[in-house]
């Protein structure tokens, strides 16, 4: 799988939109981007994945650069409630291991 | 909305004994996972199994280590003898297909088993 690059961490004020980006320079053609989130020591939640065009849910959007080198995750309205760890991960399909890395740490302060 | 779930969610035992730590997948989904997390450390993959086999594992999963789907809905994980370096967080995962990376088909997680090793 190729390898993804984060920052460590990151601060957000409550309500505004949190943008983290994501290098995966080596990624494949048929690699996917995933982004998942831990908060505190729960079960990794996915957030949302894409291939090649952006894509958006009740969560998040995702952007993708047309060379597929970097992401970025929005979080559009950032709430306390989305400090966490996030993950970006690149991998073929979901039936292969998730290859965490340590993420960036998303601090959101009122 | 369905979830996987874990039992327990948090197993003490004393170094050597052995533990089975015990998941319900979500009811339609046909791959399944562990990962372990130890306190401060990243998430790790163990294995994935997939009709009634191991399709993937890590080099953490060694012959301390098995995992068996004895029904229709559970999904365990055995460790025959634990060391207190087993001492983590241990995630089980699900995913529907695991083939096609299509917008619903992506692994879900549970809550996890905090096993302590004293």
């Known amino acids: 799988d190729a390898k993804t690059t984060q920052p460590t961490s990151m601060d957000c004020a409550e309500g505004r939109a949190a943008n983290l980006p994501c290098n995966h320079s080596?990624?494949?053609?048929?690699?996917?981007v995933y982004w998942y989130r831990q908060i505190h020591s729960q079960g990794p939640q996915y957030i949302i994945h894409?291939?090649?065009n952006n894509e958006t849910n009740e969560m998040a959007s995702l952007i993708i650069t047309e060379d597929r080198k970097s992401s970025t995750l929005i979080l559009p309205h950032a709430t306390l409630r989305d400090t966490a760890v996030y993950y970006c991960?690149?991998?073929?399909?979901?039936?292969?291991?998730?290859?965490f890395g340590k993420g960036t740490s998303l601090l959101v302060t009122p | 909305e369905p979830e996987v779930t874990q039992t327990p969610s948090h197993q003490v035992t004393q170094m050597g004994q052995e533990v089975i730590l015990r998941c319900v997948p979500i009811?339609?989904?046909?791959?399944f996972y562990w990962y372990r997390q130890i306190l401060g450390q990243k998430v790790e993959f163990l294995v994935s199994?997939?009709?009634?086999?191991?399709?993937?594992k890590s080099e953490i999963f060694d012959d301390q280590f098995s995992v068996e789907r004895p029904d229709g809905s559970n999904f365990t994980l055995k460790i025959r003898s634990t060391k207190l370096e087993d001492s983590a967080m241990y995630f089980c995962?699900?995913?529907?297909?695991?083939?096609?990376?299509?917008?619903?088909?992506?692994?879900?997680f549970g809550p996890g088993t905090r096993l302590t090793v004293l």
């Open positions: 995962a699900s995913s529907h297909l695991g083939t096609s990376g299509s917008s619903t088909d992506t692994q879900y």
């Open positions: 080596t990624i494949s053609g048929n690699e996917y």
């Open positions: 894409g291939l090649k």
């Open positions: 991960i690149v991998s073929l399909n979901s039936g292969y291991a998730l290859n």
């Open positions: 009811s339609n989904h046909l791959y």
């Open positions: 199994f997939y009709n009634n086999e191991i399709s993937e």
